[in-house]
């Protein structure tokens, strides 16, 4: 057997996280299995749909590394076959036409809600007669079609993740709705039970791999491949992604799509490892690794069934590791963005020369890609902002005449390099009898206008190319 999985997001937001590690798990059982991991776009609901929602959960897997072998499909472009699925079960005698008003129902839920009972539909309208249904429609009356569940029946699977699992199906509500707005000629909008059972039918899914919130519906699903005379599918229920209060991860945190974790400064190999580690361990216990090194390893045995709790420290951890071994060329191409948003005047090809040391530098210090836009600050302008600390620096007696001859030494040396700059502060440093120490910090403080910051020979190198380091001691200069 080939293992065929699929990912069905539905467009009516971008692409969650959630949704995401659950793609994730999908493509590493593919990937191990060597099957196929299908895209399926579950778009019938017309109002909250929208095409950019579409792109963005497109552009968001393949982001994250994820290819697919088959789609996308999109359930709006396939709306013949859900209604022919239906009419079978209608002709079957396994789902009816039933007239209920909203009114009606509204009724019914308050006299259950009355009686301490569990709101469901009561199946009134499953055995209505011809003469009764005709009666209906003369009134003009709407119909939704429902689906026939057994009460009696007990619903089991053996889950990859859960092992056994047991539903009642006297607890799932009662006949299920599998169509809207029906009449005695026509099929209404196919509903989503019936119409992801159609889609795992006709694109012969073998596994269902989804968060344990879709357990419920998977009881009612199972009804459905039986009435369809379709193989039932293997499931596997993943844990779901928590917040620091063990409650679902939702809006209400803050950021939880894939585009937002984009704009924060993660890039796509650290995020696309961490969702792996959401849920799942590797069986050498490593922490970082590619997908495709994960796949190698992936099964269902290692999944958690307990939620997994998403962990902001660690996804940063990961992240600067991705941060601290990345190519200075691609680090740069990564970082650009970012230093564009942030108003700063750069061109990455006549500015490469300084650009590529820059970043370069400062890797070792990011956490996330943002850090570059602070961190990078002082090189994007002419005069720069003294702290309290840094100013202090330059005031302190004897730094004045140590600037000074750093000038006179920039314009009599022309240095060129870390080592000529190098050979400058010692022979500053000789010259002015000072320790090495003073005339060092002096110069920090007034080349970056603070004493913290990277390396300080690998910065004023870049300055001096900008032409920033002149005109920076001469404003220091001014303080004193």
């Given at each position: ?23 994730v798990f999908n493509w590493l059982y593919a990937r191990h299995e060597g099957g196929q991991f299908i895209l399926r776009v579950e778009d019938t609901d017309e109002e909250r749909s929208r095409a950019e929602f579409t792109d963005n959960i ?100 053996s889950d990859m993740v859960r092992g056994p699992v047991t539903w009642q199906a006297s607890d799932l509500g009662g006949d299920m709705v599998v169509a809207r707005a029906s009449s005695a000629s026509t099929i209404g909008q196919p509903l ?192 720069v902002g003294f702290t309290d600390d840094a100013k202090a620096q330059v005031q302190l007696e004897g730094v004045s005449p140590v600037l000074e001859a750093v000038l006179d030494g920039l314009t009599a040396q022309s240095p060129a390099t ?63």
């Amino acid at each position: 057997m080939t293992v065929r999985v699929r990912i069905a997001p539905s467009p009516t937001g971008n692409l969650h996280i959630g949704t995401a590690r659950t793609a994730v798990f999908n493509w590493l059982y593919a990937r191990h299995e060597g099957g196929q991991f299908i895209l399926r776009v579950e778009d019938t609901d017309e109002e909250r749909s929208r095409a950019e929602f579409t792109d963005n959960i497109l552009s968001g897997l393949r982001w994250l590394g994820m290819d697919w072998d088959e789609g996308p499909f999109f359930q709006s472009q396939r709306l013949d076959l859900y209604r022919q699925a239906i009419q079978t079960l209608l002709d079957k005698g396994l789902a009816y036409r039933a007239y209920d008003t909203p009114e009606e129902l509204e009724a019914m839920r308050e006299a259950q809600k009355a009686k301490n009972q569990a709101p469901r539909y009561d199946n009134r309208h499953r055995d209505l007669t011809p003469d009764q249904q005709a009666a209906f429609e003369a009134e003009g009356r709407p119909a939704v079609i429902r689906f026939k569940i057994d009460d009696s029946r007990t619903i089991t699977w053996s889950d990859m993740v859960r092992g056994p699992v047991t539903w009642q199906a006297s607890d799932l509500g009662g006949d299920m709705v599998v169509a809207r707005a029906s009449s005695a000629s026509t099929i209404g909008q196919p509903l989503y039970n019936l119409a992801v059972v159609v889609d795992d039918i006709d694109m012969a899914i073998t596994h269902v791999i989804r968060g344990e919130d879709h357990i419920a519906n998977t009881a009612k699903q199972i009804l459905l491949y039986e009435a369809l005379g379709a193989t039932v599918p293997a499931f596997a229920h993943t844990p779901l992604i928590l917040n620091q209060t063990g409650q679902k991860l939702s809006k209400r945190d803050g950021v939880t799509s894939i585009s937002d974790f984009q704009k924060m400064g993660f890039v796509a190999p650290a995020l696309a490892n961490y969702m792996t580690l959401l849920g799942w361990s590797a069986p050498d216990a490593a922490e970082q690794f590619t997908l495709d090194e994960a796949a190698k390893q992936f099964s269902f045995d290692r999944v958690n069934k307990a939620g997994a709790k998403f962990d902001w420290d660690k996804l940063d951890w990961l992240n600067s590791q991705y941060l601290h071994a990345m190519e200075p060329a691609t680090l740069l191409e990564l970082a650009l963005p970012y230093l564009q948003e942030a108003g700063y005047a750069v061109d990455a090809e006549a500015d490469h020369r300084w650009l590529l040391p820059m970043v370069a530098m400062l890797a070792p210090s990011l956490t996330r890609l943002t850090d570059v836009v602070e961190q990078s600050r002082f090189f994007f302008t002419e005069s720069v902002g003294f702290t309290d600390d840094a100013k202090a620096q330059v005031q302190l007696e004897g730094v004045s005449p140590v600037l000074e001859a750093v000038l006179d030494g920039l314009t009599a040396q022309s240095p060129a390099t870390i080592d000529d700059l190098k050979a400058l502060v010692n022979d500053v440093t000789k010259a002015q009898g000072v320790k090495k120490g003073l005339v060092m910090k002096s110069l920090r403080a007034a080349l970056m206008g603070a004493l913290q910051g990277p390396d300080l020979m690998e910065s004023w190198l870049i300055l001096r190319q900008r032409g920033f380091d002149i005109p920076r001691l001469k404003e220091a200069l001014t303080l004193s």
